[in-house]
C-alpha cells in the first residue's frame, strides 16, 4: 500500500527565485518519485474571445487561473492516476490543443504566484513554502527574464510591472505569506533552506 503523495507549494511574486527554489529541491532527488507542476499551466482557455481582448487579461489575477481543473487533477494525482496538463501558449495567449501526460509520483512540487491564495488548494498542501524576495531584485530579474527571453521591451516591461504586477502582488500574492510553513528569501540562492526542505522530503521519499 503506498502512502498518500504529498504536496509541496512553492510560491512568491514573479521574479522571486520560486521557480529556481522548486527546481533545486526536484534535482536533489534524481530517479526519485517526485514531479513538478506549474500553475501557470493552468491558465484559463480563451480561444472562445478575440486576441484583442487576450491582450488585455490580467495574468496576475486569481481569476486568470483554472484553479478547479488545478485541484481536480490533483485529487487524480494523489489517488495515484494520470493527468493531462494543459499547455498554455504565451504567443497566441490561449491553451494549446496539445497536453502533456503526467504520471502520479509520491511527492508533488507545485509552484505558482497564486497557490496560497485558494484556500481549497492550501488545504491539499502538505507543505507551503513562500520564497520572499524584495521588490527591486524582483523588478531586475522581470526585466533580463522579458527583455531577453520574451523579447519585450524595457519601457514595455516597467510599464507591465508599475501597473498591473505590482499592485497585483501587494494585493494577491503577498498577502498569503501568512499562510506559509517556510519563508525562503532570496529565493535559489538560500541553500540552507533549500537543504532543510530537501531533507524533509528525503525522510517523506525513504519511509518503509
Given amino acids: 500500500m503506498k502512502n498518500k503523495p504529498i504536496i509541496i507549494g512553492v510560491t512568491g511574486g514573479s521574479g522571486s527565485g520560486k521557480t529556481s527554489v522548486s527546481r533545486a529541491i526536484y534535482s536533489r532527488f534524481p530517479n526519485h518519485s517526485i514531479m513538478m507542476l506549474e500553475h501557470d499551466s493552468y491558465y484559463k482557455d480563451q480561444s472562445g474571445i478575440s486576441f484583442e481582448e487576450r491582450l488585455e487579461t490580467n495574468y496576475d489575477h486569481p481569476f486568470a487561473f483554472d484553479t478547479d481543473l488545478l485541484i481536480e487533477h490533483l485529487k487524480q494525482l494523489t489517488n495515484y492516476q494520470a493527468v493531462e496538463v ?34 481549497r488548494l492550501r488545504d491539499m498542501m502538505d507543505i507551503k513554502i513562500y520564497v520572499d524576495t524584495d521588490d527591486d531584485i524582483r523588478i531586475i530579474r522581470r526585466i533580463k527574464r522579458d527583455m531577453n527571453e520574451r523579447g519585450r521591451t524595457l519601457d514595455s ?35 540552507v533552506a533549500i537543504d532543510l526542505i530537501a531533507t524533509k522530503v528525503a525522510s517523506f521519499l525513504n519511509h518503509d
Fill in 86 to 119: 494543459p499547455i498554455y501558449d504565451y504567443v497566441a495567449h490561449t491553451r494549446s490543443k496539445d497536453t502533456y501526460v503526467q504520471e502520479p509520483q509520491e511527492v508533488i512540487i507545485l509552484e505558482g504566484i497564486m497557490i496560497l491564495e485558494d484556500e
Fill in 157 to 191: 516591461v516597467i510599464e507591465q510591472y508599475l501597473t498591473v504586477v505590482k499592485p497585483m502582488y501587494h494585493q494577491f500574492i503577498e498577502p498569503t505569506k501568512r499562510y506559509a510553513d517556510i519563508i525562503v528569501p532570496e529565493g535559489g540562492e538560500n541553500h
